[in-house]
């Protein structure tokens, strides 16, 4: 038996990982967007007509890669985020997510209730009625009350999305909505939620991340939080 052994560097070791965690964050973005992309021309080139008069089947492929082409999008910016090097979007670029997934949503709201739900199954959490939050048995309730050989149109998608409990269809909507929040404080110079909060009296912070000083958007009065361990700052 050899008496050598060999040190490892733990910390180039970890470091590695990342490096392949990050990698695999990115290519599945791209694997997922060379999906998406492939499913749209296979189903639309040469064909005429309305988008909602392609196959159940097509349809859904369709919306189901472009639901996760948009979540891994996500997490590329994330990781991007992580590291330090995300340089934010632009206006153009904000329009550009806005239009994708907004015609995704069209998408989806083609496919009848039935085959929506077996394209992104509802998740089995069953504690929201503890939380007081959207879980299984919500999901139900609203869906009882619904046609499910009806196509759901693309208007009350947007309703059943926000009692829909599938982590990709959450995320695809917070991106859809955070585009359209870009674009809005583009034109008016405050984000929906902000303009939103205002329009109640809520009083809305800007924190400068260096300093940790915030200042109130309204009132121009500026503090200087305390850390406490149970509060976050949320962006």
Not at 24 to 47: D, M, P
Request: glycine share 6%.
């Amino acid at each position: 038996m050899s008496s050598k052994f060999t040190i490892i560097n733990s910390t180039d070791k970890d470091k590695s990982k990342e490096t392949d965690r990050v990698y695999r964050v990115a290519k599945l973005n791209e694997c997922w967007k060379r999906q998406y992309i492939s499913a749209l021309e296979k189903s639309c080139t040469g064909r005429k007509g309305k988008i909602c008069d392609l196959p159940q089947d097509e349809l859904a492929k369709i919306g189901l890669t472009g639901i996760k082409y948009i979540c891994s999008m996500r997490d590329v910016t994330r990781e991007n985020m992580k590291l330090g090097i995300d340089k934010g979007r632009t206006l153009a670029e904000e329009q550009v997510r806005f239009t994708v997934i907004d015609s995704i949503f069209t998408i989806l709201g083609c496919l009848t209730l039935r085959n929506f739900v077996t394209a992104f199954p509802i998740e089995k959490y069953y504690k929201g009625d503890k939380w007081e939050e959207k879980d299984y048995f919500s999901t139900m309730e609203v869906l009882n009350n619904m046609d499910l050989d009806k196509p759901i149109g693309r208007d009350e998608l947007s309703e059943l999305l926000w009692d829909y409990y599938n982590a990709d269809l959450r995320h695809a909507y917070m991106e859809y909505t955070s585009a359209m929040s870009a674009m809005y404080k583009a034109q008016t110079g405050k984000g929906i939620m902000e303009k939103f909060f205002e329009d109640r009296g809520v009083p809305v912070y800007t924190m400068d991340k260096e300093t940790g000083i915030m200042k109130n958007n309204q009132t121009g009065n500026i503090l200087k939080p305390k850390k406490v361990s149970h509060i976050q700052i949320v962006e």
